[in-house]
């Protein structure tokens, strides 16, 4: 079975922003109560595990495992985005940032990672890309 990426374009790094990622994370329908969540050092994930925890949307025996160097995998995933958009300097604002998720959409469909629709059926991706964004196809 294929990875799934699941990504959350947020102005902060803050506890909001990570409990609404984690939310994110937890809804997707192959997604199951994990036993350990590993993330990198930003100090908002604690708070937000606990918080989830409280809330009852996160098993209460989920262990967080904060580690510089052990989600080096989840991080490989963005690193031909992250090519992309250094050579234009990055996004100069939040607004044009979004830009992000239709580059990543585009890559779950390069990966396979989209039901019933691969990369040759131009049609399938831009029936996709405009249910998901709310545009005229």
Do not use: C
Not at 58 to 81: A, F
Not at 110 to 125: A, L, M, P, T
């Amino acid at each position: 079975m294929a990875k799934r990426s699941t990504f959350l374009l947020s102005a902060k790094r803050d506890a909001g922003a990570a409990k609404r990622f984690f939310r994110k994370a937890l809804a997707q329908p192959h997604t199951v109560n994990p036993r350990t969540v590993t993330v990198d050092k930003n100090p908002a994930y604690p708070k937000a595990i606990v918080e989830l925890k409280e809330d009852g949307e996160l098993w209460h025996h989920s262990r967080l495992r904060q580690s510089k160097y052990l989600n080096n995998i989840v991080e490989q995933d963005h690193r031909r985005i992250k090519r992309l958009v250094r050579p234009g300097l990055g996004f100069g604002s939040f607004r044009t940032a979004r830009t992000l998720a239709g580059v990543e959409a585009m890559a779950m469909i390069r990966k396979r990672q989209v039901r019933n629709i691969n990369g040759s059926d131009i049609r399938g991706q831009a029936t996709f890309i405009a249910g998901l964004f709310g545009i005229a196809a």
